[in-house]
């Protein structure tokens, strides 16, 4: 897992919670520190980790946990990726075109790492259908991102899942 969603990560749990909770994630998760360089490449089993004992700590289901948590991550994402996104797109045409824009950039720029690949079908003018695919199974992590942009999107669309 890239060191950035790491520390966006970090972040979320410490704007949810406090800067005591994070440390503690750490600890009890069995990592030996709580800072992650940004550009680095972490094994998966560190957020797996993370994430699982956060759900333990919060009684909240990891699932849900990715969902806040992609949502939480929106505003970032277009701020580093808005140099890739077009200013007419709408939440399909941003869904549409993030395995090419998005992914590609990164996979072009930060080699070792390994976002999920999106297989996109446009069903109708406001319809998509959105398949994840990863070994990482963290498709409510996407499910959480595109839940923000459809929020901020003045456009109704209609989604459908496969995870």
């Known amino acids: 897992m890239h060191g950035s969603i790491i520390n966006l990560l970090k972040r979320f749990v410490q704007t949810q919670y406090d800067y005591s909770t994070w440390h503690k994630l750490v600890e009890l998760s069995g990592l030996s520190s709580a800072d992650f360089e940004m550009n680095e490449v972490y ?3 560190h957020v797996y980790a993370l994430v699982g004992q956060a759900a333990l700590m919060t ?4 699932e ?14 277009m701020l580093v990726y808005k140099r890739y996104v077009q200013p007419g797109w709408g939440t399909l045409e941003m869904i549409e075109n993030t395995e090419e ?14 976002p999920p690949i999106l297989h996109v079908t446009r069903l109708s003018e406001k319809e998509l259908e959105v398949e994840y695919e990863s070994e990482r199974r963290m498709g ?3 499910v959480g991102i595109i839940r923000a942009w459809q929020r901020t999107s003045m456009r109704p669309t209609k989604l459908k899942y496969r995870l």
């Open 140 to 142: 409510a992590l996407a």
């Open 59 to 62: 009684g909240i289901p990891a």
């Open 43 to 45: 094994p998966d089993a």
């Open 101 to 114: 824009a998005m992914h590609g950039a990164v996979r072009r720029e930060t080699p070792g790492t390994r």
């Open 64 to 77: 849900k946990l990715q969902e806040k948590f992609g949502e939480f991550l929106v505003p970032d994402l």
